[in-house]
Structure formats: C-alpha cells, structure tokens
C-alpha cells in the first residue's frame, strides 16, 4: 500500500471520527482507546497483497470505528483540536517513512506509541479536571450565592436571621415573605427538571425586578424562596406579596412551545421581640400553609406567637 494511499486514510479516519463525536454530547476515554486497538489490530492483520484499493483499506477502518460509535457516550467530552494532534501525528509517522511502500509493523508500532502518549495526557487531564471538580465544590460550600437562581442561599438565610435576632429590631418592622410554587412537582413530573429549573429562574428573577434594593432573596429549598422585607408596614408588605403574585400568574413562561402556567403561595409573618430563626421561620411557614389550604394562588399573614417554638 502507498505512502499517499495511508496518508489519505489516515486523514479520513480523524475526518470520520471528529463526525462521530460532533454528533454526540460526551466521549469517553475508552471510547478512544478502543478506536485506535482497533486500527492497529486492524493494520496487524493486513498484509500488502491483500490490499488492493484505498476503498478496501477504509471499508476496514469504517467498521472498527462504526462498532465503537453504537456503544454510545458516556462521560468524556474532547475537543476537534486534541483529535487533529493526533491526526498531525499519525501523518508525521507516514512522512518519516522514506520508503515507498510502508512497513506496516513499524507503523503499527509508531501508532501504538502515539496512543500511550494520548492516554497519559488524558489521565494526566482527568486528574486536573478532578482536582478543579474538588475546588468548585468546596467554593460552593462556601458560597451565599445558590447556584441555579443566583439569589442567596439557606447557609446565607441563617447568617442573616441570626443577626436580625441578635439584633432584635423595635422601632421599624421586618417581614418575611415564605413564597412556595403551586404544583411544582406537576410541572417536573411533566416536563422534566430542566423546565423545572428554568422556572426557578424564571421566578427569581421576577422577585429581583420587583423588590427594593434593601429587600433580600434566599432560596429556601426545592421551590421555596424566602424574601426579607426589611422597614416595611404592615400595608406596604401585602402590597408587594400580591404583586410578586400578579406578576407570577401574568407571566407565563413558554418551554419547548409549551405555555407554563404558574402560580404562587406566599405566607407572611412580622418579627416579633423575643424571636430566633426557627420562630421566625415556622410563623411563616404556617401562614404558607393556610394559604395553600385555602386555595393556593394568594396571600396568608400570621402574626401571633407559635406555641412550643
């Protein structure tokens, strides 16, 4: 078999499988290994009087590379650059060859050199992607910032309760706001949990557009947000709840052409001299009780002491 001849099925195996990979959303590191076990086992068996055509020699790689695509992707996303490195490199080792028809164990040998060094340089990647892994999740430990909504998050909720408490604010009122999403699980049991992200998003930012800039926003959990209203009477406070509940029923959110209608339940307390954040919080929680037991789409306030908390 020519030199041009390898050359040019060489440049067509990395054409096939940039294809390949494009098309799918992850690739695996064993995915690659086994493509390339196959081509120099493939390269092995051959022998030169058995080829003939250039179109018999890409028969053979087509199906090596055909079988290893069907087992799908798993966790592995590479890029078109590593693949031309090595597309470069296989072309390198062709060149090098100053004969006209190639030795093919000498090419299979390079070949198999050429694949240890792509396998060291993804294991030597994988444990960077690890160790970066470890880092953000250690930072998002650490974080006040809830990662999907970008509003506060519960470990931010503590800290802030806590000194408001501490605090324990006499000449002007803080409200809290408990906001819970009406039927929710509805909406993830029928359009899956990317809908249902979208929509968490969707509601934090109608809560950010609508709220002063003193005002704070934590996700509670799940669907749940808790919002802060700070120097607020008692007739502003169920002004702006019955907006946030407005604006939540008029703005639909449209996913995949599918109109989703939301709703809310808000549950409204006041602190009270002598709370601490469980207190402050179960008030709330059983006013956004109420509400969902009255109907759901509204307004509850509770205003008095919980016995036993």
């Known amino acids: 078999m020519k030199k041009e001849e390898l050359k040019s099925l060489a440049k067509e195996m990395y054409e096939n499988l940039i294809v390949t990979i494009d098309q799918q959303d992850e690739a695996t590191v064993k995915q690659l290994i086994n493509y390339l076990y196959s081509a120099a086992e493939a390269m092995e068996n051959i022998e030169d009087d058995d080829i003939t055509t250039l179109e018999y020699a890409k028969s053979t790689f087509f199906n090596a590379y055909k079988e290893i695509a069907t087992q799908g992707i798993e966790n592995y996303k590479s890029t078109n650059g590593t693949f031309l490195e ?4 296989h072309t390198k080792v062709l060149n090098d060859c100053d004969q006209n028809q190639i030795n093919l164990p000498d090419v299979t040998d390079k070949f198999k050199k050429i694949q240890k060094h792509m396998v060291d340089e993804v294991e030597r990647a994988n444990k960077i992607i690890t160790e970066l892994s470890s880092q ?5 430990t650490k974080s006040n910032i809830d990662s999907l909504t970008k509003v506060f998050n519960r470990r931010a909720l503590s800290t802030y309760l806590h000194t408001i408490c501490e605090e324990s604010p006499t000449n002007y009122k803080v409200h809290m706001l408990m906001l819970d999403l009406d039927d929710f699980k509805h909406i993830n049991d029928t359009y899956g949990h990317i809908a249902g992200d979208k929509i968490l998003i969707f509601i934090s930012n109608i809560l950010k557009q609508t709220l002063r ?4 926003i934590f996700r509670y959990g799940g669907e749940e ?5 700070n120097r607020t009477d008692d007739a502003f406070c169920v002004k702006i709840a019955e907006r946030i509940l407005e604006l939540i029923r008029a703005n639909n959110l449209i996913y995949k052409g599918q109109t989703l209608n939301i709703t809310a339940s808000i549950g ?3 602190f009270l001299k002598g709370d601490d954040p469980d207190s402050f919080i179960a008030r709330a929680d059983k006013a956004l009780y109420a509400a969902k037991e009255n109907g759901k789409d509204q307004m509850h ?7 036993g908390v």
């Not at 947000?225 to 209203?229: D, E, N, P, T």
Request: hydrophobic share 40%; glycine share 8%.
């Open 86 to 89: 090595i597309s470069n490199a």
């Open 136 to 140: 953000v999740k250690r930072l998002e």
């Open 213 to 216: 800039e003193g005002d704070k």
């Open 225 to 229: 947000f808790i919002i802060i209203l």
């Open 268 to 270: 409204s307390t006041v």
């Open 301 to 307: 306030t509770e205003s008095g002491k919980i016995d």
